[in-house]
């Protein structure tokens, strides 16, 4: 199946729904390319390997914002962003199907992005992600990108009117919750002690 639908995904389900359906989504692209990648690892398969390879390949080029930093929110909208969360898992597991520039010059879009309480999920709203926010910071070894994240998120829970269990879902330049709260997703904290044992950092 991800063979055959996962490089350009069509009209489906993604964790990002709640942003609107996205055919062609960038994110979810790597999603596939990823899962193949550590597929190929997992049982020696070395066809799969070859094919997320080629895909990683065609990925870095189709994906990249023409004339412009970083990559798109999808295929088809150039003039756009988002959060490359997936992307952790090739660097985490070790895969190499992705140049270490690709990830650099993701985190220096982000860093661009940033607004008081963090950085946007996507170019589509100003409210973001904490989990997935967190996630990013483990694609550089920049520590002030991990110190501003963490500063954003530490602000966000002192600044915010909405007295709640932690949100993970909330608007990046108001602090207010946009929805979700005491959800365990939250664990997403704990993404760089993940790194620093797989990394050995």
Known sequence: YLVEYGYD???QLCTDDFAG??????????????ALGAYATLFGETRYAEIAKEMAERWMKEAKITDGEGYRLSFDYN???????NLIWDRLLGLGLFDKSVYEEEVRVYKKKM?????????????????WMLWTTVLTDDREYL??????????????VDRVPLTDWYF??????????ARSVVGGFYIN?????????
């Open 172 to 181: 990046t330049d108001t602090a207010r919750q946009r929805g979700f709260q």
């Open 79 to 85: 003039d756009s962003w988002s959060m490359k969360y």
């Open 21 to 34: 359906h996205l055919a062609h989504n960038c994110n979810l692209s790597l999603k596939a390319i990823v």
């Open 115 to 131: 607004n008081t309480y963090g950085t946007p999920l996507d170019c589509r709203a100003a409210y973001t992600k904490l989990d």
């Open 193 to 201: 002690l993940l790194a620093e044992k797989l990394l050995n950092k």
């Open 9 to 11: 995904p069509g009209e």
């Open 147 to 160: 110190n501003d994240i963490l500063t954003a998120i530490l602000n966000m829970c002192s600044d915010s």
